[in-house]
């Protein structure tokens, strides 16, 4: 005993020694060299051909939707059903290297290829299957919004409320809400989610829904990249619908004007007495453009299952308090053409996103939902727009602001529980998306300075609110304290409880995390 205990005194003060005299990045260094080998040693044992730094496909592989960011993955894998996520789960936890899953790749903050260096991505390209069953649609999360709307209408007229843009993964987009220009009729995308399968960090593969599995079922229905890795989706759909696409532009509004009109939109949009059908998908874009203040304000939106005359009838009251638009456009679209529309392409090809490699930029984005019971006050709108005419009228970053309607009326996702599922905002009256394409031009810190002063704007001028956020707007300089409060601010509790049982030691992991 005493030679046993001799020896590790030897080899602990030979450690204490070793650690004097080499720096901790190099024993860092040292560790994560260490769990690197170890994790690709056990790729190649599950059968996978892992794209590590070195490869000639890395670059291209590892590059994210957001090119402000650099982060370098340990390793990229490309399973081809459950059964390899669920390796490629396991290779990550007994390695010690945290796990993330890339359905899209159009994270804001690019946390599907870890937020940080050193992570696992697994990545959901080859999980693609498509069915329909009758009204209930089964997707992988290797699809896109894009090859769900066009399967799904040229498999029976079938639709559902998702986003606009082709590209953007159903992995995501459907896990922390989704939303759509449908949505006050049919819910978020989370909420016609009637099912999914998920691979949790113990690479069990399981079935999660309201019956089976509910608590899992519930957060990653809202909090889907905390919880697993979702490898598909089943979806109780809808028969696609034909509409009016409507914009009513006012170029020659300055900000006063366009102040005055977002205080008419709210109140329009959440009359208690006329109450907007939920039909109507509705918005307002703000972006630079041909105007004698450089800016441009516009009020559109899709009028589902209407005719012009009920879409002309329904915007009369809005409009007189807007005055004269200086464009109108309304135009009678089919389902698909609606969704080309909303989308800013004009062939269904374009739809099919294996056909060509998606877009990439390099921009800051962020986020607030003004609350139902406290609309936007004067002020605060009135700092607003002259923020977006002021600063934004000649700044060199490319940016636009849209406002969603979420509330209003009898819309579904107001109506529904507020514990539905994890998505923690259902007391919104809209959203406010604020983006700026940062160009070489700006700095990384100015761009985002810029764009966050308009969000500023608005908060600052109603401080006894306490806005949050949406996380498919993900905002990179969030601290998780910061993203908690925002986006989960009565869930974080239930989510962190189920992170601890479903993911103690924290495989699935972003820097936004519970």
Same mark, same amino acid.
């Given at each position: ?31 994560? #060299?260490?769990? #690197? ?478």
């Amino acid at each position: 005993m005493r030679g046993t205990f001799a020896s590790i005194v030897v080899l602990s003060t030979a450690s204490v020694a070793l650690g004097a005299l080499i720096p901790y990045s190099q024993l860092k260094a040292r560790s994560y #060299r260490h769990a #690197r080998s170890g994790l690709l040693d056990c790729l190649d044992s599950a059968g996978f051909d892992p794209v590590v730094e070195g490869d000639s496909a890395y670059a291209t592989d590892a590059s994210p939707f957001n090119l402000r960011f650099n982060w370098k993955p340990a390793a990229l894998v490309y399973p081809q059903d459950s059964a390899g996520v669920a390796a490629a789960i396991k290779c990550g936890a007994d390695n010690g290297v945290k796990v993330n899953a890339r359905s899209g790749g159009h994270s804001y903050a690019a946390f599907a290829l870890g937020g940080e260096d050193g992570h696992l991505t697994v990545s959901l390209d080859n999980l693609r299957h498509l069915s329909l069953d009758g009204t209930a649609a089964t997707f992988g999360a290797g699809n896109h919004l894009g090859d769900v709307a066009l399967y799904l209408w040229e498999n029976g007229g079938r639709a559902l409320a998702h986003g606009t843009c082709p590209y953007v993964g159903v992995g995501g987009h459907t896990g922390q809400g989704g939303f759509g220009l449908p949505s006050r009729a049919w819910g978020l995308l989370a909420d016609q989610i009637t099912s999914l399968e998920i691979v949790t960090a113990d690479g069990s593969i399981l079935t999660a829904s309201k019956t089976e599995n509910a608590d899992l079922f519930w957060a990653a229905t809202g909090a889907g990249a905390s919880f697993g890795i979702i490898t598909s989706f089943t979806a109780e759909t809808h028969a696609a619908l034909d509409s009016i696409a409507f914009a009513y532009t006012f170029a020659d509004y300055g900000a006063a004007e366009a102040s005055a009109g977002l205080q008419a939109w709210q109140a329009f949009a959440n009359d208690p007495v006329n109450k907007l059908d939920t039909a109507v998908g509705l918005q307002i874009h703000v972006n630079p453009g041909l105007s004698p203040s450089g800016v441009v304000f516009s009020v559109s939106g899709v009028y589902y299952d209407v005719d012009e005359a009920t879409v002309n009838s329904t915007f009369a009251p809005l409009l007189a308090q807007l005055g004269t638009p200086s464009d109108i456009f309304l135009e009678e679209q089919d389902w698909i053409t609606s969704v080309l529309y909303l989308a800013g392409v004009d062939s269904v090809l374009q739809l099919n996103t294996t056909l060509a490699p998606d877009t990439h930029d390099t921009f800051f984005a962020t986020s607030t939902f003004v609350p139902e019971a406290a609309p936007m006050t004067q002020a605060a709108s009135d700092a607003l727009f002259a923020y977006f005419y002021g600063p934004g009228a000649s700044s060199a970053v490319e940016w636009f602001a849209i406002f969603d309607l979420y509330g209003g009326g009898d819309s579904v996702i107001a109506l529904a529980d507020k514990d539905t599922n994890a998505f923690d905002a259902r007391d919104s009256l809209y959203s406010i998306q604020y983006y700026g394409t940062i160009p070489a031009s700006v700095s990384d810190a100015d761009g985002i300075a810029f764009v966050q002063g308009m969000k500023s704007a608005v908060e600052i001028n109603q401080a006894k609110t306490q806005f949050k956020g949406y996380v498919n707007y993900i905002d990179s300089t969030y601290t998780a304290d910061e993203a908690h409060t925002r986006y989960y601010p009565t869930h974080t509790e239930r989510l962190t409880a189920l992170k601890d049982q479903y993911d103690p030691n924290r495989v699935i992991n972003f820097p936004q995390d519970f």
